[in-house]
């Protein structure tokens, strides 16, 4: 099995996205430059959110996260080339009397060179892999955001290329547990590209699997499961007022490649189409998603088929049909300090009552890095 696993991840690779809304002031990116060689620096970013799902259906839960996470790195710039890093995640939700949620160790070494940047250890990851949201949900920033792996990243001016693989659960000799890995591969080629127009075509790919050979879990059956989406963005530059105007369009599938199928569908699809308008005072972006017996290996419970819910976990649909307004503002408020508020109502086309549900974001972003000192040689 883990030899169909490469092949479809080689296969994925040979195809060739930039998400609906931009995430960028989310961001952590670290880089080597001449700059910086041989130089010490304090990497300090610092994630504030509040998210708040005010949904009553059968497909996603309502709930609120609230709270603050921090990664501080010390990040070495061994040469020009080569960064190394070192720091710790920590998550702490609010009214959690327990102290933190969460704490992981950061360790990555970050080889970069002209328009290619490898990664390994901790990577720049969920949001960050810029899939559509029936792919990878956004939450993966809050409940998900360390992924430990392998990431080759490639940013030309026409071609972007994300391909990773991250290693979920590691198993020893005679564990209770299945050895779990996610990964794939998102790019984008810019068919046309000028100070007005730019046509891309995008393609997406996530896998996902679980199984292993020294684990005592022979009853349960292996898993691997594959998700992609491909299609087409057109955007027109506009002014001042109003920034630009765009189109994002997807196919997204779903198949299960499982040897003994176990879950209610073994393949399925998607059609996301968004329609935006960027100005000064916010984006704002219609969105579509229509589905047909489709599974998410990391989406949005919202545009699945199968529930996963606390009351209604195992209930299905076959079709799916959302109808989402999103808005979206972001702001430099001071240096290194970004403000990002969201608002996405939606409607579920397929109840009766069309009852509208929302859901909606306040997050704050500090990022910086202070220079400690230069190593003499």
Excluded: C
């Excluded at 609906?20 to 990116?29: C, E, H, I």
């Excluded at 105007?245 to 299960?256: C, E």
């Amino acid at each position: 099995m883990k030899k169909h696993l490469l092949v479809i991840f080689l296969l994925a690779l040979v195809h060739s996205a930039q998400a609906q809304l931009n995430n960028n002031y989310l961001y952590n990116r670290i880089r080597p430059a001449d700059s910086l060689a041989n130089e010490l620096h304090l990497n300090f970013y610092n994630f504030n959110y509040v998210r708040n799902y005010e949904y009553s259906n059968k497909f996603h839960d309502g709930y609120t996260l609230y709270g603050t996470q921090l990664e501080p790195q010390l990040v070495y710039y061994a040469h020009p080339n080569l960064a190394i890093t070192a720091g710790a995640y920590l998550r702490k939700d609010f009214g959690n009397e327990r102290g933190l949620f969460d704490a992981k160790p950061l360790f990555n070494v970050k080889y970069s060179k002209n328009d290619l940047t490898l990664v390994f250890g901790s990577l720049e990851g969920n949001i960050q892999h810029h899939y559509i949201e029936p792919l990878y949900n956004f939450e993966g920033k809050i409940d998900r955001p360390i992924e430990y792996g392998t990431q080759l990243l490639i940013d030309k001016d026409k071609f972007n290329l994300d391909a990773w693989i991250a290693w979920q659960k590691m198993i020893y000799p005679g564990d209770a547990a299945k050895e779990q890995i996610v990964g794939g591969f998102t790019a984008d080629i810019a068919v046309i590209k000028n100070e007005d127009w730019k046509l891309t075509i995008p393609a997406q790919s996530l896998f996902y699997h679980a199984g292993g050979q020294i684990d005592v879990l022979k009853e349960i059956p292996i898993t691997t499961l594959f998700n992609g989406a491909t299609g087409f963005t057109l955007s027109k530059n506009i002014g001042y007022h109003v920034r630009q105007v765009y189109t994002q369009n997807y196919v997204a599938a779903y198949k299960d490649f499982s040897p003994t199928k176990v879950r209610a569908y073994q393949g399925g699809f998607g059609l996301w189409l968004n329609a935006g308008i960027d100005t000064r005072w916010g984006n704002l972006v219609a969105s579509y998603w229509k589905g047909n017996k489709f599974i998410s290996i990391r989406g949005m419970p919202l545009y699945q088929s199968v529930s996963a819910t606390m009351n209604d976990a195992g209930y299905t649909q076959n079709h799916r049909n959302i109808l989402m307004l999103r808005y979206i503002y972001q702001k430099e408020l001071l240096p290194n300090l970004y403000l990002d508020v969201r608002f996405e109502p939606h409607f579920d086309l397929d109840r009766s009552e069309k009852q509208l549900q929302f859901n909606h974001s306040f997050f704050l972003t500090y990022k910086e890095s202070f220079r400690l000192f230069k190593v003499k040689k």
